[in-house]
C-alpha cells in the first residue's frame, strides 16, 4: 500500500482545469426500476481517440445544472468505441441523469484511481463476487477478461441482488451462463424469487459457502454494498482464502477525483487516488472509516 | 541560492513600494484596517490606505489562490441538447502581496503539495504563479502563535518571495529569495538599496515550543479508537470556522449553480467537521458523529499530512483558537495529547 506521496519532481503533473469533456448518450438501458445505463461517445474524435483506460478506474460524470457524480466505467477497456456507466438514482445529479434522452449532451472526467490487478490475474483462476449495482465495476473486469480469455484459467461469477427484479445486466447475465468457460451461479436474497426463478435462493455469502470454491491458485474480487464484504470476507476466510488475493472497491464520497478535495480520505489514503480497488487484507489495517 | 541577496530600506518602505508598485500598474494587496479595527490584506491603490503596525491579518492567503467560491466552468445549453462550454480562462494579472507573516506564506508550502500532486491544479497554480509574495518577519509573536511547534519561525522564509525585516520605526532590511523577489527588487528601484557586505540578519524572536508534533503523531498512530475524540469534541458546533480562517485547510465541493438553460460550476470551501461532508447518497457516513469529525481534523493534519506530504498541516498562526465560538482550543488539545 502506498504511504508516501506518489509524485516526484521528475515526473510530469498532469494538468487539471476541471472542464469535463463532453459526450453523447448514445443508448441507454433500463436494467431495473432504479438503476439505467448509458453508453456515451466523446462528442471530439480526438478525444475520443486518445481516451485510454483500465478495469476499476472511475469517473466525474455530469449534467449541466446538476452537478457532477462519481460513478465507475462498467464498459470494458477492450471495447474502444464507447464507454458505458450505469447510475442508481440515489440524489440530485442520478435522479437528473435518469431524466436525460438519447442524444441529449452530459459531462465526463477521468479516468481516475487505480485499477484491478490485471499482471497478477494471469494465469490464476478468477472468482468474481458481486452483489446489486456492485456488478458494474466487475461488468468492466469480467468483459475484460473474457476478452482477453486465454491469459485466465477458470472463471466464476457469483452475482446476488434483494429480489429477481433488482439484478442488473440480465441479458448478460444469460450470455455468461452459457458459456462453456465460465461457472456462474446467480441467486436473489430469501423472498426475492418469483416462481420461475431458477438461481439460488440465499444470500450471497451462503451461497458462496454452498460453491465451496478453492483457494488454489485463485484472485477474488468482489463489489457490492459493504454489509456483503463484510460477510463475504468471513466467508472466504472461512473457505482458507488469503484476504491477500482477494480485491474489493470503496465507494467514498468524491468530489475532485484526483486528491485535493479531501472528501475520501480513509486513514492516510485517498480512495480517489489509492484507490478504489483495495487488496482486503490492506483493508483491514485501515480505520474503519469507510 | 548560493549568496544571500540583502537589501536595505527606508522605515517607509512599504508605503513606498505600494505607490511605487500601483504606479507600475501592478496589483497591490496590502495591510488595511477596517472602522471595525480588523487588520487584512485588501487591494490599495495608494499608500495611505496602508497601515504598518499589526501582529497579523485576520484572513490567511488562501482565499487568494482557492476563493471561497470560484467559477471553475460556465455552460449553456442549446437547441436539441447541445452544450457551450466556457469560459477561456484569461491571461492573469501580476499580483504583489505586501506584509503577510511567515506563517502564513509557509502554509503556501503545503497548499502546493495538494495542488501540485500528480495533477496540477489549473485555478489555483495560475493565481500561485502570477503572485509575489513579500512578507514581514515578526519581531512581537501573539500569545497565540506557535510557529515554532510546528517547524516554523517568526522568521522564516518559506514560500516568501520577500522576506523584510524591521518595525515601523527602525529601517528594513529586505532578505531575496526567488527570481520574483529580485523583479520585486527592481521595481522599487532607489528607494532600496544593497545592504553593505558583513551586513546581519536581526537576532531570531524567541517563541518557547509549546508542543513536539512527533510526540503528537506518536500517540494519533495509537489512539484511533480512543474516549478523546468524545470528550474533546463535546462543544464543537461544526461550524467550519476553525477551518475558513486555517491557512492550509484546502477541502473543496463542487456544485452547479444554474439558471435556466446557462449556469456556472464551482467549487466552495468546504470542511470536516460539516457532518454532509463523507455522507454518502445511500445514507450511510463514515464519519457519523462529531467526535469522528472532529479526529479527522487532527488526524489529517498531524498524521496524514506528514505520512503523505512529510509535514504536518499546520503552520501555527492561532486563528482556530482566537475564534472558535465555543473556545475548543487546538493548542490545549495537542498539548493534552502529548501529555499522554
Ligand atoms: C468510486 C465510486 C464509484 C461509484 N460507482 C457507481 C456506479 O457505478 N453506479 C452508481 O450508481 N453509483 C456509483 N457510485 C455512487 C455514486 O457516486 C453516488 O450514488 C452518487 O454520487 C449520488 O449522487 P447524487 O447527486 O444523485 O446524490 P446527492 O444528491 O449528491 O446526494 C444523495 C444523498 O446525499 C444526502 N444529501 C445530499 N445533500 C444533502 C442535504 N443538503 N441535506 C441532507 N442530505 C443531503 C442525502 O442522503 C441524499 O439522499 C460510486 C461512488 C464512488 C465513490
Ligand atoms: S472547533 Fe470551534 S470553530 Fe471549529 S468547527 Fe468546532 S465549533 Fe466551529
Ligand atoms: S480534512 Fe479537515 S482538517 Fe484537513 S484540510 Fe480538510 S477541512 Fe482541513
Ligand atoms: S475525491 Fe477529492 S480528494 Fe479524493
Redesign the pocket.
Known amino acids: 500500500m502506498a504511504t508516501k506521496n506518489t509524485s516526484t519532481a521528475d515526473q510530469a503533473l498532469i494538468p487539471l482545469d476541471y472542464k469535463p469533456s463532453k459526450m453523447r448518450i448514445e443508448r441507454i438501458t433500463e436494467e431495473t426500476s432504479d438503476?439505467k445505463t448509458f453508453r456515451l461517445n466523446f462528442c471530439d474524435a480526438d478525444e475520443a481517440q486518445r481516451f485510454e483506460f483500465r478495469a476499476g478506474q472511475?469517473g466525474l460524470y455530469s449534467v449541466f445544472g446538476?452537478?457532477e457524480?462519481?460513478?465507475?466505467i462498467?464498459s470494458s477497456p477492450t471495447r474502444k468505441e464507447y464507454i458505458e456507466?450505469?447510475?442508481?438514482?440515489?440524489?440530485?445529479?442520478?435522479?437528473e441523469l435518469h431524466q436525460c434522452n438519447e442524444g441529449d449532451i452530459i459531462g465526463f472526467r477521468g479516468p481516475y484511481?487505480n485499477s484491478f490487478p490485471m499482471e497478477q490475474m494471469e494465469g490464476k483462476n478468477l472468482l468474481f463476487i458481486g452483489g446489486g449495482?456492485g456488478l458494474?465495476?466487475l461488468r468492466s473486469l469480467i468483459w475484460n477478461c473474457l476478452d482477453l480469455r486465454e491469459q485466465f484459467a477458470e472463471m466464476t461469477i457469483l452475482y446476488g441482488a434483494r429480489t429477481e427484479a433488482d439484478l442488473v445486466y440480465k441479458e448478460e447475465l444469460k450470455t455468461w451462463q452459457q458459456m462453456q468457460d465460465v461457472r456462474t451461479a446467480y441467486t436473489v436474497d430469501p423472498g426475492g424469487e418469483t416462481p420461475e426463478w431458477k438461481g439460488e435462493v440465499g444470500f450471497v455469502p451462503q451461497i458462496l459457502e454452498k460453491m465451496k470454491p478453492s483457494p488454489k491458485n485463485t484472485i477474488v474480487i468482489t463489489c457490492g454494498p459493504p454489509i456483503m464484504i463484510k460477510f463475504v470476507l468471513v466467508s472466504l476466510t472461512g473457505l482458507d482464502f488469503s484476504l491477500e488475493s482477494a480485491y474489493t472497491?470503496?465507494?467514498?464520497?468524491?468530489k475532485c477525483g484526483v486528491g485535493k478535495c479531501g472528501r475520501?480520505n480513509v486513514g492516510n489514503q485517498y480512495?480517489?487516488k489509492d484507490?478504489?480497488v483495495f487488496r482486503c487484507s490492506d483493508l483491514q489495517n485501515l480505520p474503519q472509516e469507510f | 541560492m548560493g549568496e544571500q541577496k540583502l537589501y536595505q530600506a527606508s522605515a517607509n518602505w512599504l508605503k513606498s513600494a505600494v505607490d511605487a508598485l500601483c504606479a507600475a500598474g501592478i496589483e497591490v494587496l496590502a495591510p488595511t484596517q477596517s472602522e471595525s479595527g480588523k487588520v487584512d490584506l485588501a487591494r490599495v491603490t495608494s499608500s495611505e490606505q496602508v497601515i504598518q503596525s499589526y501582529p497579523n491579518t485576520a484572513f490567511p492567503l488562501k482565499r487568494l489562490f482557492l476563493p471561497m467560491s470560484e467559477v471553475l466552468l460556465e455552460y449553456e445549453k442549446g437547441e436539441e441538447g447541445d452544450v457551450e462550454l466556457g469560459p477561456k480562462s484569461a491571461p492573469a494579472k501580476e499580483l504583489v502581496i505586501l506584509g503577510c507573516r511567515p506563517c502564513d506564506a509557509a502554509a503556501l508550502e503545503m497548499l502546493d503539495k495538494v495542488f501540485q500532486w500528480d495533477y496540477s491544479d489549473v485555478p489555483y497554480q495560475e493565481k500561485r504563479d502570477r503572485t509575489t509574495v513579500v512578507s514581514l518577519a515578526c519581531s512581537e509573536p501573539s500569545p497565540e502563535c506557535f510557529c515554532t511547534s510546528v517547524g516554523g519561525s517568526p522568521q522564516g522564509s518559506e514560500q516568501s518571495d520577500v522576506l523584510v525585516f524591521g518595525g515601523a520605526n527602525s529601517a528594513a532590511l529586505m532578505q531575496i529569495n526567488t527570481a520574483k523577489g529580485e523583479k520585486f527588487i527592481e521595481r522599487l528601484a532607489d528607494t532600496v538599496t544593497p545592504a553593505p557586505e558583513g551586513t546581519k540578519l536581526p537576532e531570531p524572536t524567541e517563541l518557547e515550543q509549546k508542543f513536539d508534533p512527533q510526540k503528537v503523531k506518536g500517540w494519533l498512530d495509537e489512539n484511533f479508537e480512543s474516549n478523546f475524540w468524545v470528550e474533546n469534541s463535546l462543544g464543537c458546533l461544526g461550524c467550519g470556522t476553525c477551518s475558513y480562517l486555517c491557512p492550509t485547510c484546502h477541502c473543496f465541493d463542487i456544485v452547479d449553480e444554474a439558471s435556466w438553460n446557462r449556469g456556472q460550476r464551482r467549487r466552495n470551501w468546504d470542511c470536516c467537521s460539516f457532518a454532509?461532508f463523507t455522507?454518502?447518497?445511500?445514507?450511510h457516513n463514515p464519519r457519523p458523529d462529531q467526535a469522528a469529525r472532529y479526529r479527522q481534523r487532527l488526524m489529517h493534519k498531524f498524521k496524514v499530512f506528514p505520512e503523505r506530504f512529510g509535514r504536518v498541516a499546520c503552520v501555527g498562526c492561532g486563528r482556530c483558537l482566537k475564534n472558535c465560538a465555543v473556545g475548543q482550543n487546538l493548542l490545549a488539545d495537542l498539548a493534552d495529547i502529548e501529555s499522554r
Not at chain 1, 85 to 95: E, F, H, I, L, P
Open positions: 438503476t472511475f446538476a452537478g457524480a462519481t460513478f465507475c462498467a456507466c450505469s447510475v442508481k438514482r440515489m440524489g440530485k445529479v442520478t435522479a484511481g449495482i458494474a465495476p472497491t470503496l465507494e467514498n464520497r468524491m475520501c480512495v480517489c484507490g478504489p | 454532509l455522507l454518502h447518497a445511500s445514507g
